[in-house]
């Protein structure tokens, strides 16, 4: 080790260390990859749904809806294009599938 200013820095060691590490943290990364669940992309569309419909009921009782309404103008195409890229996948699959 060598001090530098308020710290100190490793030399050798972190190297050997990092050397050695990295082959058992790359296989942990895909396996962790594998079995974490990704939320899907309906999910996701229902949960802004659901809270964009409380803002917007909220916003109504408050009577201050038009900031409300720009956010839904904001996600429209948002939910347009997940929706339509899922269909997008689901073509490509069939056509690899059926070879069409």
Same mark, same amino acid.
């Given at each position: 080790?060598?001090?530098?200013?308020?710290?100190? &820095?490793?030399? %050798?060691? +972190?190297? @050997?260390?990092?050397? +050695?590490?990295?082959?058992? $943290?790359?296989? &942990?990364? $895909?396996?962790? &990859?594998?079995?974490?669940?990704?939320?899907?992309?309906? %999910?996701?569309?229902?949960?802004?749904? *659901?809270? *964009? +419909?409380?803002?917007? *009921?909220? &916003?109504?009782?408050?009577?201050? $809806?038009?900031?409300?309404?720009?956010?839904?103008?904001?996600?429209?195409?948002?939910?347009?294009?997940?929706?339509?890229?899922? %269909?997008?996948?689901?073509?490509?699959?069939? +056509?690899?599938? *059926?070879? @069409?």
């Amino acid at each position: 080790m060598i001090q530098q200013s308020h710290c100190w &820095a490793y030399t %050798e060691e +972190t190297r @050997i260390e990092r050397d +050695t590490c990295t082959p058992m $943290f790359i296989p &942990a990364l $895909f396996i962790i &990859a594998r079995t974490w669940k990704k939320p899907r992309s309906d %999910e996701w569309i229902r949960k802004l749904w *659901y809270i *964009y +419909t409380m803002e917007y *009921y909220s &916003a109504i009782k408050k009577n201050t $809806f038009e900031s409300v309404l720009m956010r839904w103008m904001k996600l429209e195409p948002i939910i347009q294009s997940e929706v339509s890229q899922k %269909e997008k996948h689901q073509y490509s699959m069939l +056509t690899h599938i *059926y070879g @069409i």
